[in-house]
Nanobody, 113 residues
Framework: QVQLVESGGGLVQAGGSLRLSCVAS????????MGWFRQAPGKEREVVAR??????TTYYADSVKGRFTISREQSTVYLQMNSLKTEDTGVYYC????????WGQGTQVTVSS
């Protein structure tokens, strides 16, 4: 059974930092693209960052470039978020995509002004 389990969300003031974690289990993910998406209230889900499992390629949304970093250590994918802004508020989802795709349950990030 494939599972993506996120943690690390919370409430933080603007300018602060959070690190999200996603533990992937249940299959081999070496051919997968791992990513973080977010969904703000009333908005569509959008990609924040993606990386190949081996880290050779990464992608960041323009809105987070220079502030967020995606990385992986063993079966855990991280999203380091620095210089957080109120517009970063939302539910953050871990995502894995190859022939199939999987989603985590989401973790809430709230950035206060």
């Amino acid at each position: 059974q494939v599972q993506l389990v996120e943690s690390g969300g919370g409430l933080v003031q603007a300018g602060g930092s959070l690190r999200l974690s996603c533990v992937a289990s249940g299959r081999t993910f070496s051919s997968y693209v791992m990513g973080w998406f977010r969904q703000a209230p009333g908005k569509e889900r959008e990609v924040v960052a993606r990386m190949s499992w081996n880290g050779a390629t990464t992608y960041y949304a323009d809105s987070v470039k220079g502030r967020f970093t995606i990385s992986r250590e063993q079966s855990t994918v991280y999203l380091q978020m620095n210089s957080l802004k109120t517009e970063d508020t939302g539910v953050y989802y871990c995502h894995a995509r190859s022939l199939y795709e999987y989603w985590g349950q989401g973790t809430q990030v709230t950035v206060s002004s």
